[in-house]
T-cell receptor, first 116, second 116 residues
Framework: GAVVSQHPSWVICKSGTSVKIECRSL??????MFWYRQFPKQSLMLMAT?????????EQGVEKDKFLINHASLTLSTLTVTSAHPEDSSFYIC????????????FGPGTRLTVL | AQTVTQSQPEMSVQEAETVTLSCTYD???????LFWYKQPPSRQMILVIR??????QNATENRFSVNFQKAAKSFSLKISDSQLGDTAMYFC?????????????FGKGTKLSVKP
């Protein structure tokens, strides 16, 4: 149980285009999902917290107009990188919080974004 | 603000031996969770073990156990009978209990190499 999927697993796009990444909880409902960014050989940096049916909460320094987050249902959250630039290239990981199970977060497999 | 410190950037251990990864944290909270996550080369974050701060008994999951010292704010991970598949980055994480968001705060990670 507690499986989280991400799609796509990798994507290459041209500078200036937008990219959408999906995060799904496959066998449970997640009222809260999280989006992280991980640079090579570094830890995970929380970008934003996504609550179903409400606006996402962004961490300091994260541009909310650039990283659009939508949590339309209890099993789906999306991250859209708008007008992507090469510096947005990174590994993006989502997680879903299982309330009541020691509030554990289960992670998706990540999405490698490369902006040319 | 809470912080998590992993003082060992890299460690290695021989197969079948035991290794201990260190983690300390700083918080003024009394109720919280602590986690160890593993990130193998596939980059999928995998929950290894979790500990509720109100529990005095150290958590154990098969070959993985923790030494939780609340007063010292220490949370080390012991891996017994190390296997080649244990090779990965290991992240220690803190989460405040009862928070509406449930944010995880990660340490910088320890890269563990298990040698045959």
């Amino acid at each position: 149980g507690a499986v989280v999927s991400q799609h796509p697993s990798w994507v290459i796009c041209k500078s200036g285009t937008s990219v959408k990444i999906e995060c799904r909880s496959l066998d449970f409902q997640a009222t809260t999902m999280f989006w992280y960014r991980q640079f090579p050989k570094q830890s995970l940096m929380l970008m934003a917290t996504s609550n179903e049916g409400s606006k996402a909460t962004y961490e300091q320094g994260v541009e909310k107009d650039k990283f659009l987050i939508n949590h339309a249902s209890l099993t789906l959250s999306t991250l859209t990188v708008t007008s992507a630039h090469p510096e947005d290239s990174s590994f993006y990981i989502c997680s879903a919080r299982v309330a009541g199970l020691a509030d554990t977060q289960y992670f998706g497999p990540g999405t490698r974004l490369t902006v040319l | 603000a809470q912080t998590v410190t992993q003082s060992q950037p890299e460690m290695s251990v021989q197969e079948a031996e035991t290794v201990t990864l260190s983690c300390t944290y700083d918080t003024s909270e009394n109720n919280y969770y602590l986690f160890w996550y593993k990130q193998p080369p596939s980059r999928q974050m995998i929950l290894v073990i979790r500990q509720e701060a109100y529990k005095q008994q150290n958590a154990t999951e098969n070959r993985f156990s923790v030494n939780f010292q609340k007063a010292a704010k220490s949370f080390s991970l012991k891996i017994s009978d190390s296997q080649l598949g244990d090779t990965a980055m290991y992240f220690c994480a803190f989460m405040k209990l009862g928070g509406s968001q449930g944010n995880l705060i990660f340490g910088k990670g320890t890269k563990l190499s298990v040698k045959p």
